[in-house]
């Protein structure tokens, strides 16, 4: 698979201001898994010949995970640092593949001087598609019973619950329920820097109990869109040994998988 | 004329009234102690929420058999409350039943507020049904204690009794019989009484007459010292609440100063500092290891707090059994501010060291480091409260303040400091994966 992904420097040295920034985000760029999800989404962008480009080794970490740990400080000097770069790039448009990201580029770097338009990458596709800029050709999903879990971040934190679900509809997949979805949708357990920790003491991990509630909805494949949930749900899966029977995959792969070797 | 009864009504409504202020003011100096905070934003918006989620109740009725059962009460309450104008008038005055005066108006308005009150007594009964014979799991986790136990049950008790009386009152009241309008119920009620003279069935009506207005001041006092006070508090704290999206945490503002300062590069290191100010500046403290650290609307917030527990009840963590539940962080910290409130009044209006705080006394670590910041908890409460924001003050201390973090969170955040990921991973590999 040859991917385009042109950073920023690139595009300023020939004299073009992209279209709109692609956020990776740490778990995006060194994650493996997650760098499967990155990858998926970048195919997308280049089969609709989208002028995107990403910060490359000038990204840092947004800082999400040390706020919510506590430590302000050091989410301060991480945003400063990045607003930096974006603002020097004069960037307008951040689309990320990481509801964190995404939330704290949204919401928390403006009071700080980063006023961006950000998108989910499942509010852009969603749009590309709207606008006949991405086509949906024949999936391999087709039909096939999927389940959403919904990414707390993009969920409650931001009130983003139909992009993802207009997305599996246009795949013509059966969409089903868990029986706790969007507002009242349990959390997969990685959040405010869980993912980085032990849990602390308790009788049930939560991303197990979040893999429960995915399994009674008989589906062959969970889809999410955030690669910290994507973790936590295949390990989930792992643990409950059904990993030969059920999948979990971001929206963005499987948007992907209609022409390539996902 | 005798005007015993009226001195003595007057009486016993300005104690009643006089103490509830009393309570008010103290309620009000104890929020205040919680720290300044900029709400003057979204006034609209603000007035918007608080007609829908406090007045319209539209958080409650999410949860469809408690939220309908919910709305009759509150519909019941505030609408008979129009009765006790009258019985104030008639007590201040010896007067009976002044109202009935205006004629079919009065016969509609007493029968619809005896249909509300057999509507609320049998919603109070289930109730205390679902609290005591069902059981429902969120009033019965371990923060329900047995004051909090028995302080929502005798809620339930206190409204059956003044629903009763107000029943009862109509019932042996003659006159208000021989009208004939308006006692829609109170008609099938009276029966029970036949048997009884004229004068007792007087003495049972101003009985039951006086025992409801006096339970109406008791309940009123007890209010402040109850869950109960959300009735008042409601309005306000669904009015002061955050209006931005969820995921959105406030940025330190004592932060972005020194940040700012380290990254400026025209600062001078070494400047001393200005001497301008001659008073006496404590460096403030990040983040809160008491109630007094935190904002007002956090502690508007403790005293507000239903203890429903919907808020625990959706907690990823309390459900897989963790000892975080967001309902105890906010009786905690109406607990201990009612310490720190009583500690004041003792000792003539300043707080005396009680070598206590919110945070190890109270809330423990544990509790802390459980929470996933997934603000299920802030979507729940019917009353608009973040328990995640108090959780999230009480992190930053640790952190900040006593760098106490879990060593695993230290090493990431020694990562995310030199590799700017929370990784172990070198930064100038940050687009490998393009040709991986
Ligand atoms: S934000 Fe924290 S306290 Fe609230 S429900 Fe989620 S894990 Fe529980
Ligand atoms: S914080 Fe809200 S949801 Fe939780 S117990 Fe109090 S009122 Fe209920």
Known sequence: MNLKVPTMAECIAEGRQPEILFWVGSAGSYDDRAKKITKAFVKLLNTANIDFAVLGTEESCTGDAAKRAGNEFLFQMQAVTNIEILNAYEVKKIVTACPHSFNT??????????????????????????????????????????????????GRANEVYEAPRELLKELGVELVEMKRNKRTALCCGAGGAQMFKEPERGDKDVNVLRTEDAL????????????????????????????????????AELLAADNQDL | MNYLPNILFAIA??????????????????????????????????????????LGQSKMVRRPIAG?????????????????????????????????????????????????????????????????????????????????????????????????????????????????????ISQYIAPWFSGLSENSLHLLERTAWWIHILGILVFLNYLYFSKHLHILLAFPNTYYASTKPKGQLDNLESVTKEVMLMMDPNADPFAAPQETDTDEEVPEKFGASDVTDLNWTQLLSAYTCTECGRCTSSCPANLTGKKLSP????????????????????????????????????????????????????????????????IMDMRRYLVMEESAAPTELNNMMTNIENNGAPW????????????E
């Open chain 2, 68 to 184: 309908f059962l919910h709305v009759i009460v509150y519909v019941g309450f505030v609408i008979i409350n129009i009765e006790v104008l009258e019985i104030i008038i008639d007590g201040l005055f010896g007067t009976h039943r002044i109202f009935s005066g205006i004629g079919n108006l009065y016969g509609v308005l007493i029968g619809s507020f005896e249909i509300l009150a057999v509507l609320v007594l049998i919603s109070v009964v289930v109730f205390w049904a679902r609290r005591n014979i069902i059981k429902i799991k969120r009033f019965w986790n371990s923060e329900m204690t047995s004051w909090p136990k028995n302080d929502a049950n005798y809620i339930l008790y206190f409204e059956m009794v003044l629903m009763s009386l107000f029943l009862i009152m109509n019932a042996t009241d003659t006159s208000f019989q021989t009208m004939d309008s308006g006692n829609i």
């Open chain 2, 13 to 54: 409504l300005v104690i009643g009234i006089g103490y509830f202020v009393r309570n008010v003011q103290k309620l009000i100096r104890n929020i205040k102690l919680g720290k300044d905070v900029d709400v003057s934003d979204n006034k609209s918006q603000r007035l918007k929420n608080m007609i829908n989620i406090a």
């Open chain 2, 424 to 435: 172990p991973y070198n930064q100038m590999d940050r687009l490998n994966w393009k040709d």
């Open chain 2, 327 to 390: 309902r105890k962080i906010m009786m905690d910290t109406r607990d201990r501010l009612e310490e720190v409130g009583k500690n004041i009044d003792a000792n003539k209006g300043e707080f005396n060291n009680d070598g206590k705080q919110l945070l190890g006394d109270y809330i423990t670590k544990e509790e802390l480091w459980a929470c996933t910041t997934c603000n299920a908890c802030v979507e729940e409460c019917p009353v608009s409260i973040s328990p995640l924001s108090i």
């Open chain 1, 105 to 154: 580029l949204k919401n928390e770097y403006p009071s700080l001087g980063g006023n961006y338009e950000v998108f989910h990458h499942t509010q852009y596709l969603h749009q590309l598609i709207k606008d006949g800029r991405l086509k949906i050709t024949t999936n391999p999903f087709k039909d096939k019973r999927i389940t959403f879990h919904d990414p707390c971040y993009l």
């Open chain 1, 216 to 251: 009674q909805t008989n589906a062959e494949v969970i889809a999410t869109g955030c690669p910290y949930c994507n973790t936590m749900m295949t390990d989930g899966v792992k643990f409950k040994e059904k990993e030969t029977d059920v999948k979990v995959l971001d929206v």
